[in-house]
């Protein structure tokens, strides 16, 4: 009975993965999430689209690129390909050529774009998840726990599935620290730090860093005291994950896992 059982389940986990083989996925590049604005904003605020074609209401992960706010570039992550979801990989612009309000106002406006767009490609906007990787995830928390970022673009954050930052700053992000003339040993908690805006109503939110002792200055600290200051404000969905032996840029490759787990289990599946 029990190793009937044991087929049983075996055979089901490799229908439900072929299932997931067979389906084919189209990528829509460039697409531009804004049509005004000054030829650097139009050259950078673009996206990608990585969609199951002929799929209805999956959910969709809207990706932030690291690189300290100053570098990096879109990207459709390997780890979410083939999976079900679709994925939306957002350029936005970078400092020194903005300031860090564009970078945020950027973020909300592909946000935006995607809740009000995706169920043309089949999506859904009440399965829509943010998530990025260090400057990425410090964009995810803000736009997130912010909600006048949003609002602008008649979007309430709370209407995101989940937040779920790799390695992302709580606290104001170093380069804007620096652009104060601070040093990147000198916390600050302004209006661009996302501690500054806990609260209990704020979407699920799933913190992953990189071992303590090999992140970036107390990036694992900074989000630890993120994650209680949100329990003691009363958030029920808050979750944190130290990846032990991964260092800040290695830690991203293994946090999807647990996206992808977290992910499964708000929508159901």
Known sequence: MIKSYILFVFFFISAILCAQESINYAVVKDIPYRTTGDPYGLERCKLDVYYPENGKDFGTVVWFHGGGLSGGSKFIPEELKNSGLAVVAVNYRLLPKCTIKDCI????????WTFKTIEEYGGS?????????SAGGYLTNMIGLDKKWLQVYGIDADSIAALIPFSGHAISHFAYRESLGMKETQPSIDEFAPLYYVRPDA???IIVSGDREMEMLGRYEENAYFWRMMKVAGHKETYIYE???YDHGSM?????????????RILGE
Not at 105 to 112: G, I, K, N, P, S
Not at 125 to 133: A, E, K, L, T
Not at 252 to 264: D, G, M, V, Y
């Open 125 to 133: 906007w009440q399965r829509i998840f943010v998530s990025g990787h």
């Open 243 to 245: 990846l032990d032996g």
């Open 252 to 264: 991203a490759a293994p946090a999807f896992h647990i996206l992808k787990n977290h992910i499964r």
């Open 105 to 112: 106002d950027d973020a909300a406006a592909a946000v935006a």
């Open 203 to 205: 979407p699920p939110l």
